[in-house]
């Protein structure tokens, strides 16, 4: 792959894994309608959550391009410096995904199925 198309998709990777991966689980969730929708949506988030630590762990470009765009830098794949991203934003935005992800699958056990 030439260098100026892998730039370009690591680049629509950070997009899909900033802006479609959680408005998809929404979107797959209401499909289902009912009460199951708190454990989908519980599952996905925290599906993200690992995905994202998982990422700034193994140190995939994507998952920076995607931090610089949250603040509203420009994605930089070929220039990355990962102690730009501070403890709180790499680890600290996945765990309250999780943590929320957690509560709506409680909420679902506790008030879902009858």
Not at 81 to 99: L, Q
Request: charged share 20%; with cysteine; proline share 4%.
């Amino acid at each position: 792959m030439k260098k100026r198309n892998r730039e370009h998709f690591i680049k629509l990777l950070a997009l899909m894994h900033r802006y479609l991966y959680l408005p998809l689980i929404f979107l797959l969730s209401l499909k289902v309608g009912d009460e199951r929708c708190l454990l989908l949506i519980g599952i996905g988030l925290i599906l993200y959550a690992v995905y994202s630590i998982v990422g700034y762990r193994l140190y995939w470009k994507h998952i920076f391009c995607s931090w610089q765009n949250a603040h509203r830098k420009e994605m930089t794949p070929d220039r990355i410096r990962w102690g730009a991203i501070s403890k709180t934003d790499a680890y600290g935005v996945p765990i309250i995904f999780a943590m929320m992800g957690v509560f709506m699958i409680l909420g679902y056990f506790v008030y879902g199925p009858s």
